[in-house]
C-alpha cells in the first residue's frame, strides 16, 4: 500500500515539474505588447483592404493636401510667422496664436471624427530567436507638399515593434539580411485625431522657415507592409 502512495505522489510531482517547465519556456508578455504581427505585401495604392470601410488613407500628397484644406481651409503664412526666424522676439508668440486660432477655428469640424492611415518607414533590422520575430526600426516620414511639411505623430506608437513573415519571406528577408541589404518596410497606422491639440504647426529644424504641420492621431490599428517585397 505504502508503496502504492508512493508511486502516486512521483507522479504527481512528475507532472508538477513538467507543468512547471512548460509555464517557464512560454515568453512572457505584457498587455501592452500585442507580440509579433504579421508581415503584409499589399501595395500602397491598396491598403483600403487592410482598413475597415471608412477609413481615409492619407498616403499621397495629393491626399494629403485634400485633407488638410477641407480641415483647415488655406495654409498658413508661413513667411509673417517666421519673420526673422527664432532670433526674432515676436516669433514663438505669433507661432502660438497660429495654433491658438487655429485650434479654434477647426471646433466641431466633422473631419474631427475622420478614421485617418498614415504612413511611417521602418526598416527590418534583426531575427529575434526568442520571439521568432524581426524586430522592425520605425521612424516618421515626412512629406512635402504646398503646405508645408507634413509629419503624422501618433499620440503612443508600439514599442519593440516585430513582425513575423510566412517563410517565403522570411528567407527573403534572412538573404538579404546576410548580403546586409536593406529590407525597408512601411509602417502603416490609422486611427482619429486627437480633439484638444489635433494639429500643431511648427517650423522644420532641419530647413531655415519651413512649416511643419503635425496632425496628432489616437492610433488604433498598425499594419507593417513589405516596401519591396521578393518577386
Do not use: C
Not at 35 to 57: M, W
Not at 196 to 204: C, G, H, L, P
Amino acid at each position: 500500500m505504502e508503496k502504492g502512495v508512493e508511486f502516486v505522489n512521483t507522479l504527481l510531482a512528475s507532472f508538477l515539474l513538467l507543468g512547471t517547465v512548460f509555464l517557464l519556456s512560454v515568453p512572457a508578455r505584457s498587455d501592452d505588447d500585442p507580440g509579433p504581427r504579421p508581415l503584409r505585401t499589399s501595395s500602397l495604392l491598396q491598403l483600403d483592404q487592410l482598413f475597415s470601410s471608412g477609413t481615409h488613407l492619407l498616403v499621397t500628397q495629393g491626399a494629403i493636401e485634400s485633407f488638410l484644406a477641407a480641415m483647415e481651409g488655406t495654409p498658413p503664412d508661413w513667411a509673417t510667422v517666421y519673420g526673422h526666424g527664432h532670433h526674432d522676439p515676436d516669433h514663438d508668440d505669433r507661432l502660438f496664436n497660429l495654433n491658438r486660432e487655429r485650434d479654434a477655428a477647426r471646433e466641431g469640424n466633422p473631419i474631427l471624427t475622420w478614421r485617418i492611415a498614415f504612413v511611417w518607414t521602418g526598416e527590418v533590422s534583426h531575427f529575434d530567436a526568442d520571439t521568432q520575430s524581426y524586430s522592425v526600426a520605425v521612424g516618421p516620414e515626412l512629406t512635402p507638399t504646398s503646405w508645408g511639411l507634413v509629419r503624422f505623430k501618433p499620440e503612443e506608437f508600439p514599442s519593440n515593434l516585430r513582425v513575423r513573415p510566412d517563410k517565403h519571406l522570411a528567407d527573403w528577408i534572412d538573404g538579404s539580411l546576410r548580403r546586409h541589404e536593406s529590407v525597408q518596410v512601411s509602417i502603416i497606422m490609422a486611427g482619429t485625431l486627437i480633439p484638444t491639440e489635433s494639429i500643431i504647426y511648427d517650423f522644420s529644424h532641419d530647413a531655415e522657415g519651413v512649416g511643419l504641420i503635425m496632425p496628432v492621431v489616437k492610433v488604433e490599428q498598425v499594419e507593417v507592409v513589405l516596401v519591396k517585397p521578393h518577386a
